[in-house]
């Protein structure tokens, strides 16, 4: 009779510890889905499915009147083969260029020993390059092919450098991020601040929308790896619904910059396994936190909604893992 009671007694205890492990995880369904408890995880990252409302804070959120942009004048049409370059933009955080050629065109950026080279379009189209290397001296060519990899000088100008703003280069359009006041990803931007109250309901808004809406074309990865000269198009992207990393970065800059919030393209590795990315890095006068999203105040912060939208949580942490190459 001791060892059946015995056996009954244990059976009721084992029954026991299972309700109240299935209560346990009732429970933690239940905070996960209310939105409590986690942290901010210091890099910007998002889950896909994860919940992305949290809060906000900072100053009343107003978009501004116009959309910036940028201007190419004719005037600086002075090199050979049509090629010119418009410096009169500067300050504004910008340079403008244009060439004609039956071959490749490239502009040279060159700051105190760095280089970043920007295809041009051939048709005499002006393309324009961000100042993102800040104040100080910078040289421009452009440069023709002539034979594989060999470049040949065509035209060049160094001048003098003093930003307006240090956000300058990152509020208006570029070579990566091209868009008019009348881009489909401007009005769609437009449309999703529209009941912003500050700068991190505006965020999260375009955040949001962009992770739940563009999805990782795969094929197109496939098709791009190992390839270079590859230019993001957002409008493109918005009308496709699909994209890659890069033209996930460029419709995000696209529809922040339109809206007035700071925000730049970077591109480089994630570790650890060394892969070539694309993610932001955002501005706002404000925060906007959430159990995924940890965006601080005046500081610039990194988003990777790439990650967020296929629903990859591996790289969360304090940002140690990526490693900045390439700021547009």
């Not at 961000?130 to 060999?150: A, C, K, V």
């Not at 650890?272 to 999203?293: C, E, F, L, R």
């Amino acid at each position: 009779m001791i060892g059946q009671e015995s056996h009954i007694r244990a059976g009721r205890l084992v029954q026991l510890l299972r309700l109240l492990a299935l209560a346990m995880c009732l429970v933690t369904v239940a905070c996960m889905l209310a939105g409590c408890g986690g942290g901010g995880n210091g890099n910007g990252n998002a889950g896909g499915g994860e919940d992305a409302s949290g809060t906000t804070t900072g100053e009343s959120f107003q978009a501004p009147a116009t959309v910036a942009q940028c201007t190419f004048d004719p005037a600086y049409v002075t090199g050979p083969s049509g090629t010119g370059i418009d410096t009169s933009h500067l300050s504004e955080g910008y340079v403008g260029a244009c060439g004609v050629s039956s071959s490749r065109l490239k502009l040279q950026v060159i700051k105190d020993g760095t280089a970043y080279n920007y295809d041009m379009p051939t048709d005499g189209t002006p393309m324009f390059a961000p100042l993102n290397m800040g104040d100080g001296t910078y040289t421009f060519n452009i440069m023709q092919n002539t034979t594989e990899s060999r470049y040949a000088e065509l035209l060049s100008e160094t001048m003098p450098v003093t930003l307006g703003s240090e956000f300058a280069p990152f509020l208006h359009p570029s070579i990566f991020c091209a868009y008019t006041p009348d881009s489909a990803a401007v009005a769609k931007a437009r449309q999703l601040v529209a009941g912003a109250q500050n700068e991190g309901d505006a965020l999260r808004a375009i955040y949001t929308w962009i992770r739940d809406n563009i999805t990782y074309d795969r094929a197109k990865a496939s098709e791009l790896s190992g390839k270079t000269g590859y230019i993001p198009n957002p409008d493109e992207t918005l009308a496709s619904g699909s994209g890659i990393c890069f033209d996930y970065a460029s419709l995000a800059a696209a529809m922040l910059r339109s809206q007035g919030i700071p925000c730049k393209i970077i591109t480089g590795y994630v570790s650890p396994n060394g892969i070539y990315h694309a993610w932001n890095m955002v501005w706002i006068d404000g925060s906007w936190k959430t159990i995924s999203i940890a965006v601080d105040p005046r500081t610039w912060t990194r988003v990777d909604i790439t990650f967020a939208a296929g629903g990859d949580t591996s790289t969360v942490g304090n940002g140690d893992n990526y490693e900045d190459r390439y700021v547009y």
